[in-house]
T-cell receptor, first 110, second 116 residues
Framework: GENVEQHPSTLSVQEGDSAVIKCTYSDSASNYFPWYKQELGKGPQLIIDIRSNVGEKKDQRIAVTLNKTAKHFSLHITETQPEDSAVYFCAASPTDKLIFGTGTRLQVFP | SAVISQKPSRDICQRGTSLTIQCQVDSQVTMMFWYRQQPGQSLTLIATANQGSEATYESGFVIDKFPISRPNLTFSTLTVSNMSPEDSSIYLC?????????????FGSGTRLTVV
């Protein structure tokens, strides 16, 4: 079955800097790759997603890149703000379900 | 995207008892899922709740421990049976859907279960 690895597990950045989180997946049949932000006490919130027929997608300060050949995808957050502090999860969808990465705790210091 | 309501939001239960968690969606959806998130961990898929038929369970999860109902396209329940402290987790309902266009997978706010 699908296996998703995520790095780093923790990431600390200064406000205004960029943050990059990377994921790899194992199943070449996966064709949908969302990213979620989870704040304390809340459910995961979808922040951006990408399909396998697209190499890059951007939404304001957030971008995702996908390399199908290497089976990895990355989340890029520019101009980080303290409110970006949360746990971020990548996921891959080989069929009608999501398999999650292990999560990255991002801390943005003022 | 769909709006999901989960009940209860949290509970403290005695070991050996069972708890049923409800998931209500504000629109009809084909796919509904139940996930478990152990403290400080990622999300693990328990099962896919199928409308009108038995749920499809992932490896490591069985129907006797986590019975699931899906009577219609907007509602599902997950029961955690014969609970032990190891069942203390957040249980999350998720749906995949289309509202004119594909909106991906949406999650409820979760049920925080503590077993004592």
């Amino acid at each position: 079955g699908e296996n998703v690895e995520q790095h780093p597990s923790t990431l600390s950045v200064q406000e205004g800097d960029s943050a990059v989180i990377k994921c790899t997946y194992s199943d070449s049949a996966s064709n949908y790759f969302p990213w979620y932000k989870q704040e304390l006490g809340k459910g995961p919130q979808l922040i951006i997603d990408i399909r396998s027929n697209v190499g890059e997608k951007k939404d304001q300060r957030i971008a995702v890149t996908l390399n199908k050949t290497a089976k990895h995808f990355s989340l890029h957050i520019t101009e980080t703000q303290p409110e970006d502090s949360a746990v971020y999860f990548c996921a891959a969808s080989p069929t009608d379900k999501l398999i999650f990465g292990t999560g990255t705790r991002l801390q943005v210091f003022p | 995207s769909a709006v999901i309501s989960q009940k209860p939001s949290r509970d403290i239960c005695q070991r050996g008892t069972s708890l049923t968690i409800q998931c209500q969606v504000d629109s009809q959806v084909t796919m509904m899922f139940w996930y478990r998130q152990q403290p400080g961990q990622s999300l693990t898929l328990i099962a896919t709740a199928n409308q009108g038929s038995e749920a499809t369970y992932e490896s490591g999860f069985v129907i006797d421990k986590f019975p699931i109902s899906r009577p219609n396209l907007t509602f599902s329940t997950l029961t955690v049976s014969n609970m032990s402290p190891e069942d203390s987790s957040i249980y999350l309902c998720s749906v995949e859907g289309y509202g004119g266009e594909y909106y991906g997978y949406t999650f409820g706010s979760g049920t925080r279960l503590t077993v004592v």
